[in-house]
C-alpha cells in the first residue's frame, strides 16, 4: 500500500524560505513521477510542479517558476520542494502525489494528507 506523508510546512513572513518533504513507502518510489499540487481556501487544487521518475525533467507553474525548485532521492523515497521568496498567495496546503509526468490531478493516483504553508504579508 503506497503512502505519502508530507512535512516541513509552517508559517513564514513574504520573502522567506520553506523546504517540504513527501517521504514514499509502499510501491517502488523510483518508477514514478512525482508532483506537489497546493490547494487555497476556496480554490481548487491547482499544479505546483512535477518531477520524472529519473529526476532528469522538471516542469513548474509559471507563478513559481525560478522560485520554487522540486528534486528527489531515490535512495531516500522521498521529494522535496525548496520554496524561496515567498509570497502571500502561496499560502495553500500543499499536497504532493505519485503518479505519471504532468501537470493535472488525473496523473496521479495517490496522495498524500497535505502541509499547511502560510505566508504572512
Known amino acids: 500500500q503506497v503512502q505519502l506523508v508530507e512535512s516541513g510546512g509552517g508559517l513564514v513572513q513574504t520573502g522567506g524560505s520553506l523546504r517540504l518533504s513527501c517521504s514514499a513507502s509502499?510501491?517502488?518510489?523510483?518508477?514514478?513521477?512525482m508532483a506537489w499540487f497546493r490547494q487555497a481556501p476556496g480554490k481548487e487544487r491547482e499544479f505546483v510542479a512535477t518531477?520524472?521518475?529519473?529526476?532528469?525533467?522538471?516542469r513548474y507553474t509559471d507563478s513559481v517558476r525560478g522560485r520554487f525548485t522540486i528534486s528527489r532521492d531515490n535512495a531516500k523515497n522521498t521529494v522535496y520542494l525548496q520554496m524561496n521568496s515567498l509570497k502571500p498567495e502561496d499560502t495553500a496546503v500543499y499536497y504532493c502525489?505519485?503518479?505519471?509526468?504532468?501537470?493535472?490531478?488525473?496523473?496521479?493516483?495517490?496522495w498524500g494528507q497535505g502541509t499547511q504553508v502560510t505566508v504572512s504579508s
Open positions: 502525489a505519485r503518479g505519471l509526468f504532468g501537470a493535472t490531478t488525473s496523473n496521479y493516483k495517490y
Open positions: 518531477i520524472s521518475w529519473s529526476g532528469s525533467s522538471t
Open positions: 509502499g510501491g517502488t518510489f523510483s518508477s514514478y513521477a
